[in-house]
């Protein structure tokens, strides 16, 4: 194939990963374009983007996931090249071919092997053809063929979402009587996420490990892998974190894994970055998906391999051979810091960033697109920061992390950092003995440690006697488009609207 | 004063007995905690509390404080002196939205006895399906939304009245006189 220049790229997505995007193309001389929407007036992307266009209402609905507004906005600023990022539209076959019909280069798979792939029903038919082990399981919610399969295989058996990702639309059964209801919640939250309810179903595996190997192939018909990471960390099929290499892994198990994920990657003809997903058990490995797009945790593999991904991924749509990858070394890990409340059932926080400290050090690196005043509204997940630490081993990198969290501090938002802090220095995570269970198993019930709570109680009654800082920073919010960013409500008032306030509870 | 946390049905007392200099002498839940104040160029501060030095910083919104130590975050509810409904026995007069988000599903229907526990709407927000569950046995009095509506965060969901005392139910559950 011809190369061809990107000169400019627009970015559909929010959030870090729209920030983390343009930061790359930037690097490489890429002119770059924003999109949001009205709940992301202001947002850290669209400052950070040579162009933004607003391209809708806060729901996603009408604005990430808005198709035509997407390609509009790419046909009006001249974009010629599209990166998807992750999630909304990212492995939207239509997108990809959407992308190429109006002329321009969709960064990521053809949209014919995205939606061979993207379908997980139609991947565990890929990867049986290729002699790739599946967990048991049949490809239909049916509920006579669901009932049978649970009869054979035994419970509790996972129901999960055709086009799912993520952990929407998946469900643990454990037994008959309420396997009906969840096959229907199932089918239910996968049409609202994907508009697409079509859900299969899985043998529940008891403790496996959540091992993923980096795949990037190009126009050439060469396909690498960039080494392994480990996801079991994960509570409700959701990552909280990552690292790489898997602890403990034996390289032999690791070479059976890396060449299972390029026979799948061959097979279907991939190309640009993508994920080959397995579950492990004892001696044994299970193909679960190829996620078609950059991971969340792709920066495990960066800080390993010393690369940036995401420029590798503008080389190989441009048209550039994907490049040898060098040999990875030392230990890298990744926490995910969202917007929830840990001690009550992991409850999603809403709120504004009223004061912000993140952590930094030899080995630390921090996506996020948070900033003072930047709001994490009800629209979008729950990311908020992904702490990403590099050690010359497995200690190193998790002392660096323990450390960086330590000095992570947000007041606004209630959030995930201290609960990361305390899995991570777990001795059952020091031992590295990990499954996707591990959550359940280790922290079932966590709350904050006692001296925490104290010096929370102290510091509230010190902030009510007006005798710490209690003060939230003035922030400007008039959108270009002149409507009101008014969600966060009490945070936008200056002191001269609310002098009653300001005076009660002001420094003195 | 006293404090809620937010998302926790329990409530915890803390006072400033005094202060002298850096020194900070507070009780909480009645048990004296002593503690070593040091401001922060930033309006934060150090406390220094058993031998550990704890970064806190918080602010004050509407309804609540936000407190952080260290990397643990907290929102706590300043209680006022409640009576009315909770002397009837009820943990919560009504069910409030506790974010903003679409209505599902409606799990009970007027008139219904509810029962602590007891799932009574599914809310969806942040693409993620939270239930709603009772805080005590309770009768739903009134329903002020239906399925598919949006709701804002604090709007009122379900309201109840008390549940008339169950004669089966053991003397030891009763409310005291």
């Given at each position: 194939?011809?190369s061809?220049t ?10 870090e990963?729209a920030l983390?995007?343009i930061?790359s ?10 999109v949001y929407?009205?709940a992301d007036?202001?947002a850290?992307h669209?400052?950070?983007?040579d162009e ?5 209402p ?8 808005n ?6 906005a790419a046909?009006t600023?001249?974009?010629?090249a599209?990166h998807p990022?992750y999630g ?10 959407a992308?190429e019909?109006?002329g321009?280069m ?13 379908d997980?029903?139609?991947a ?7 002699g790739v082990?599946v ?16 009869a054979s295989?035994?419970f509790?058996?996972?129901v999960?979402?055709?086009a799912?990702?993520?952990g ?7 037994d008959?009587a309420g ?12 049409q609202?996420?994907f ?6 179903l899985e043998?529940?595996l008891?403790r496996p490990r ?8 190009d ?8 080494g392994e990471?480990e996801?079991?960390i994960?509570?409700r099929?959701q990552?909280?974190?990552e ?23 061959r097979?279907?003809?991939y190309r640009n ?12 490995f ?8 950059l ?10 391999f ?6 590798e991924?503008?080389r190989?749509a ?13 230990c890298?890990?990744?926490?995910r810091i969202n917007?929830?409340?840990?001690a ?5 926080a809403i709120?504004r960033?009223?004061?912000?400290n ?8 921090i996506d ?19 702490l990403?630490c590099?050690g ?7 002392a660096?992390?323990g ?8 007041v606004?938002?209630n ?7 305390d ?8 031992r ?12 079932p019930?966590?709350t904050?440690?006692g001296?925490d ?6 510091a509230?009654?010190l902030i009510a ?9 003035v922030?400007?919010?008039v959108?270009p ?7 966060g409500?009490a ?12 005076e009660l509870?002001?420094?003195? | 004063m ?7 049905t329990?409530?915890?007392?803390v006072e400033?007995v005094?202060r002298d200099g ?8 009645g048990?004296d ?16 509390i058993?031998?550990?030095r704890i970064?806190?910083a918080?602010a004050r919104?509407?309804?609540s404080i936000l407190?952080?130590a260290?990397?643990a ?13 909770s002397?009837?026995g009820?943990a ?7 974010m903003p988000?679409?209505i ?9 006895r509810?029962?602590h526990?007891?799932?009574?709407a599914?809310l ?9 569950y009772a805080?005590s ?6 329903i ?5 509506d949006?709701?804002?965060?604090g709007?009122?969901?379900?309201e109840f ?11 030891s ?5």
């Amino acid at each position: 194939m011809k190369s061809r220049t990107i000169n400019k790229l627009l970015v559909a997505n929010r959030g870090e990963i729209a920030l983390r995007i343009i930061r790359s193309a930037r690097v490489l001389g890429i002119k770059t374009v924003a999109v949001y929407s009205e709940a992301d007036v202001g947002a850290a992307h669209v400052a950070a983007a040579d162009e933004a266009r607003l391209i809708g209402p806060p729901d996603p609905a009408n604005s990430y996931l808005n198709l035509d507004a997407i390609i509009a906005a790419a046909q009006t600023t001249k974009a010629d090249a599209i990166h998807p990022g992750y999630g909304f539209l990212s492995e939207r076959p239509e997108f990809a071919r959407a992308t190429e019909a109006h002329g321009m280069m969709f960064v990521g798979p053809p949209a014919g092997v995205m939606a061979a792939l993207g379908d997980k029903i139609a991947a565990r038919r890929i990867a049986i053809d290729s002699g790739v082990p599946v967990v048991p399981g049949v490809g239909t919610g049916d509920l006579a063929t669901a009932r049978k399969f649970a009869a054979s295989a035994g419970f509790p058996v996972l129901v999960k979402a055709a086009a799912g990702g993520g952990g929407r639309g998946m469900r643990v059964v454990n037994d008959a009587a309420g396997f009906a209801a969840a096959l229907e919640a199932a089918a239910r939250e996968a049409q609202a996420a994907f508009g697409d309810g079509r859900v299969f179903l899985e043998k529940y595996l008891a403790r496996p490990r959540h091992i993923e190997i980096q795949i990037f192939g190009d126009h050439h018909g060469t396909i690498v892998a960039l080494g392994e990471r480990e996801c079991s960390i994960q509570r409700r099929h959701q990552k909280l974190i990552e690292e790489s290499p898997a602890p403990g892994l034996p390289s032999s198990m690791r070479d059976r894994m890396t060449e299972a994920a390029l026979k799948l990657a061959r097979a279907a003809g991939y190309r640009n970055a993508g994920t080959a997903e397995f579950l492990v058990a004892g001696d044994n490995f299970y193909f679960l998906e190829i996620n078609a797009r950059l991971q969340v945790e792709h920066p495990v593999t960066e800080l390993r391999f010393g690369c940036d991904l995401v420029a590798e991924q503008l080389r190989i749509a441009s048209g550039e051979r994907v490049a040898e990858p060098s040999a990875p070394r030392g230990c890298a890990i990744e926490c995910r810091i969202n917007a929830e409340d840990a001690a009550h059932d992991f409850r999603p926080a809403i709120g504004r960033v009223i004061k912000l400290n993140l952590p930094a050090g030899p080995g630390v690196r921090i996506d996020t697109h948070l900033g003072v005043g930047a709001e994490v509204s009800p629209y979008y997940d729950s990311l908020i920061a992904k702490l990403i630490c590099y050690g010359s081993d497995r200690e190193q990198a998790r002392a660096r992390m323990g450390a960086a969290l330590g000095e992570f501090s947000l007041v606004g938002i209630n959030n995930t950092a201290a609960f990361l802090r305390d899995v991570v220095a777990s001795a059952a995570f020091a031992r590295g003995d990990l499954s996707t269970r591990f959550l359940e198993e280790n922290f079932p019930h966590w709350t904050a440690a006692g001296d925490d709570l104290n010096a929370a109680l102290i510091a509230a009654a010190l902030i009510a006697g007006g005798i710490l800082d209690g003060a939230r920073p003035v922030v400007g919010s008039v959108t270009p488009n002149g409507a009101r960013n008014d969600a966060g409500g009490a945070c936008m008032r200056t002191p001269w609207t609310e002098l009653a306030g300001f005076e009660l509870w002001g420094r003195r | 004063m006293k404090l809620k946390l937010v998302g926790n049905t329990r409530t915890i007392e803390v006072e400033i007995v005094a202060r002298d200099g850096a020194i900070v002498r507070t009780r909480i839940d009645g048990i004296d905690v002593i503690a070593e104040l040091e401001p922060l160029a930033d309006g934060a501060a150090i406390l220094g509390i058993d031998g550990r030095r704890i970064r806190i910083a918080g602010a004050r919104t509407r309804n609540s404080i936000l407190v952080v130590a260290g990397p643990a975050s907290f929102e706590f509810a300043p209680v006022e002196g409640r009576t009315g409904a909770s002397r009837h026995g009820l943990a919560a007069p009504e069910v409030t939205a506790p974010m903003p988000g679409k209505i599902l599903k409606l799990l009970v229907a007027e008139g219904d006895r509810v029962e602590h526990g007891q799932a009574l709407a599914v809310l969806e927000a942040m693409k993620m399906e939270t239930t709603l569950y009772a805080e005590s046995a309770a009768i739903v009095k009134k329903i002020r939304v239906g399925a598919g509506d949006m709701v804002d965060h604090g709007v009122v969901i379900i309201e109840f009245s008390p549940a008339p005392a169950d004669p089966s139910m053991s003397e030891s559950t009763a409310p005291d006189a």
